[in-house]
């Protein structure tokens, strides 16, 4: 299992258009892949699950992956967290 703490940079948060992006990326890797946000776990493959949590601009969550690409699945989403979603890291 992999874990790692990211802020979310753009100041709209993971609202629909980002979410989407977020979980395309997530599909690209074979891991389970998960996104918390202070005690709220959700399946980082899931739409519905990733708007439930209500992320914003600058709140903290972990991204958690487990199997056999989890570093590069956790990575891989982190930097697109950091690049605001743009259209370089997709």
């Known amino acids: 299992m992999h874990v790692k703490e990211v802020v979310v940079q753009n100041q709209v948060g993971l609202h629909?258009?980002?979410?989407?992006?977020?979980?395309?990326?997530a599909n690209e890797f074979k891991s389970s892949i998960w996104i918390e946000k202070?005690?709220?776990?959700?399946?980082a493959k899931s739409l519905l699950g990733i708007l439930s949590l209500g992320i914003v601009g600058g709140t903290k969550v972990?991204?958690?992956a487990d199997g056999?690409?989890?570093?590069?699945?956790?990575?891989?989403?982190?930097?697109?967290?950091d690049s605001g979603f743009?259209?370089?890291a997709r």
Not at 16 to 25: E, G, S, V
Not at 68 to 81: F, P, W
């Open 38 to 43: 202070d005690d709220r776990r959700v399946n």
């Open 62 to 64: 972990r991204i958690i």
């Open 68 to 81: 056999a690409d989890e570093e590069a699945a956790v990575d891989g989403l982190i930097e697109l967290i």
């Open 16 to 25: 629909a258009r980002p979410a989407t992006f977020f979980i395309q990326k």
């Open 86 to 88: 743009s259209e370089e």
